[in-house]
């Protein structure tokens, strides 16, 4: 019977079909093609070196997304130490599924032409390299909605949610948020997580300003849009970004991510519209221009991934090195005390007998925003230390004239829909710019480090700089000011209580560019809560 069986299956017509094997012998073709032949133009003649050890030079070298900065350093050697040991190259071509990319390394020669040139694309440079959306034919390609949002779309509405209006209103529930989740923490012995304390709470402020108000009512219904919100940041790899339409686990589980997010919000903005509610955030405003329920998602999305990204590493980060520093941590703490005294004292309050949220929510937006030499020594520090992975740009020449002219990275022209790579690390931890690029060491920008074009660049510079810095800003020095009014002895350890010395606090991992988790395990420790005395 099985010697039947088998006789059928090789004797069936497909097997012994000829045109079967022409076509299997086609896909194979194709397949090897486009897995082992690279775009011609990477190896063209030119200053900078093309990539050439890839294991498939069709799609490029999986570490570019995987181990970024590990590979960037396999290429140009240790930023750390081009003072003693030269970069290996300038520049680098590499290929990443048929998009040819040059990355540089030198702040000093590329970052004028980085960041100001006007033929380079940011948008385009980030769907394409970042983000994973999929590239389409003109005429395949979907129309825009016109004024699908009653403004010209998510710039415009990101700058009316994070404006100096907007920032105002929402300071009291943004201290509110703050104060109420500092309370939550043990009331004795804490030892805080960062990962889920700040990071939460900074999440939470976001959603505020950002999202849906029924999403930051509270710490727990921020964590149920916060999970989904990292499955997608946490799975944004080289084949969900690169091959994001196929099934591979990683992208199964970004696009998992962001259909429950899409769904929150969704669910929650048909559920107001259904009960006739009002809540006072940007999407209420963009309900009442009658924006669509598609463009208010794309909206809260893009504007939370965002403003994220980068705020709770560095909120979080800021503590962990200054409390290390005990001295330092009380000096930034009495800048704080000092302003939010001041002010209560012109307002005719009695500072010593207001709450610590009364303290927060009764100051205005220009007194958060003041002069606060101190502390912002520390966050600048705290940024170049975390910010050093790559920022993207693409050629794109159109119609306009400015942008037809001649773009050139590392003394190499790019080509016309070429993409262009910043190495920040290449800026932030580059020792010919900075002495010791490792210690965090707020005093160096008054000995002039870091003054250079390109050499410090956390908000971006030029054409591009970062829309939401003002927001980020202002609730990254909200969550300081109350962290450290409420905890004045809190200091860093390990997550058994021992305290690290300075020079011994652990920094993130180069690799974990979203979570920023660190290389050895820290905890914010400190004796009393005083919200719950």
């Known amino acids: 019977m099985a010697s039947n069986l088998f006789a059928v299956s090789t004797q069936g017509t497909l097997i012994t079909s000829s045109t079967f094997w022409s076509a299997a012998a086609i896909v194979v073709a194709l397949l090897v093609w486009n897995l082992f032949r690279a775009p011609a133009t990477l190896y063209r003649a030119g200053s900078v070196k093309p990539y050439r050890s890839s294991l498939l030079p069709g799609l490029g070298p999986f570490q570019l997304y995987s181990q970024r900065n590990s590979w960037l350093r396999s290429v140009f050697g240790d930023p750390e130490s081009w003072h003693e040991t030269p970069p290996k190259q300038n520049g680098v071509r590499v290929n990443a599924r048929s998009h040819i990319m040059t990355v540089t390394n030198n702040p000093a020669q590329d970052g004028k032409t980085f960041f100001n040139d006007r033929g380079l694309h940011f948008n385009q440079g980030y769907e394409v390299m970042f983000a994973g959306i999929p590239e389409m034919p003109s005429w395949l390609a979907p129309t825009p909605p016109a004024d699908d949002a009653g403004l010209d779309g ?268 910043y190495w920040l690390a290449a800026a932030h931890r580059n020792s010919n710019i900075y002495t010791n690029p490792l210690k965090f060491d707020p005093d160096r920008f008054a000995r002039g480090e870091g003054k250079g074009e390109g050499e410090f660049v956390p908000w971006g510079a030029g054409r591009h700089l970062c829309l939401g810095m003002r927001f980020a800003k202002l609730e990254i020095r909200a969550v300081h000011a109350a962290f450290l009014l409420n905890f004045p002895d809190t200091v860093t350890t390990d997550t058994k209580g021992n305290v690290y010395k300075p020079d011994d606090v652990p920094l993130p991992d180069q690799e974990s560019e979203h979570r920023r988790y660190p290389t050895k395990p820290v905890a914010l420790s400190y004796k009393v809560n005083q919200l719950r005395k």
């Open 154 to 421: 998510f710039v415009q509405n990101l700058k009316q949610a994070i404006g100096a209006k907007r920032l105002q209103t929402t300071i009291p529930e943004m201290m509110r948020c703050t104060v109420e989740n500092l309370k939550e923490y043990p009331a004795t012995d804490g030892r805080l997580d960062v990962h889920k304390t700040i990071y939460p709470l900074v999440f939470q402020i976001s959603v505020l300003l950002i999202g849906l108000a029924e999403h930051a009512r509270d710490v727990n219904t921020v964590k149920a849009l916060e999970g989904p919100f990292w499955s997608f940041a946490d799975n944004t790899g080289f084949m969900a970004t690169h091959f994001p339409l196929l099934p591979w686990p990683s992208t199964v589980k970004k696009w998992i991510g962001a259909i429950k997010m899409s769904t929150a919000i969704r669910t929650t903005l048909e559920q107001r519209k259904k009960d006739g509610r009002r809540e006072n955030d940007h999407v209420q405003e963009m309900i009442d221009r009658g924006a669509s329920a598609r463009s208010i998602e794309d909206f809260v999305m893009g504007g939370l991934f965002a403003a994220i990204i980068n705020s709770t590493g560095i909120a979080s980060y800021l503590l962990i090195f200054l409390c290390s520093r005990p001295e330092l941590r009380d000096r930034v703490r009495a800048e704080f005390d000092t302003i939010l005294r001041k002010h209560a004292e012109e307002r005719g309050d009695d500072y010593d007998s207001l709450t610590l949220q009364q303290k927060l929510d009764r100051v205005p937006l220009e007194v958060w925003e003041g002069d606060m030499p101190l502390y912002t020594t520390v966050f600048d520090e705290t940024m170049r230390l975390l910010l050093i992975s790559l920022l993207f740009r693409r050629k794109v020449a159109s119609t306009s004239k400015v942008t037809q002219g001649e773009t050139r990275i590392s003394n190499d022209a790019i080509h016309d829909r070429e993409f262009i790579g």
